[in-house]
């Protein structure tokens, strides 16, 4: 099992990224589907999640409006189109697989994770 997180990079204030994470699909299609972030000499946090079907999702507050998650299970795939990105946003972005078809904002609900990949906002 292996999910491959990708499009990290260096942006500008109020810039866009979108990041792309690839499973493979016997965890794919039936499970949830998170993103989580950590910033240098933090803890891992809850950005954003969504149900195996698409239906459901749920951000963080300091995402919301902001962040977009979506999947396409056809392409094993779940991306995370970030908006309006500012400095605070920061961090090694992880995706991760949900135990069940519906994920939530504790890390425990994550069985499988991806290696993360280094978003970088400058002022």
């Known amino acids: 099992v292996q999910l491959q997180a990708s499009g990290g990079g260096l942006v500008q204030a109020g810039g866009s990224l979108r990041l792309s994470c690839s499973a493979s699909?016997?965890?794919?299609?039936?499970?949830?589907m998170g993103w989580f972030r950590q910033a240098p000499g933090k803890e891992r946090e809850f950005v954003t999640t969504?149900?195996?079907?698409?239906?459901?999702?749920v951000y963080a507050d300091s995402v919301k409006g902001r962040f977009t998650i979506s999947r396409d299970n056809a392409k094993n795939a779940v991306y995370l189109q970030m908006d309006g990105l500012k400095p605070e946003d920061t961090a090694v972005y992880y995706c991760a697989a949900a135990r069940g078809a519906y994920g939530a904002a504790a890390r425990s609900d994550y069985r499988y994770w991806g290696q993360g990949t280094q978003v970088t906002v400058s002022s």
């Open positions: 969504i149900s195996w079907n698409g239906g459901s999702t």
């Open positions: 699909g016997r965890i794919f299609s039936n499970n949830g």
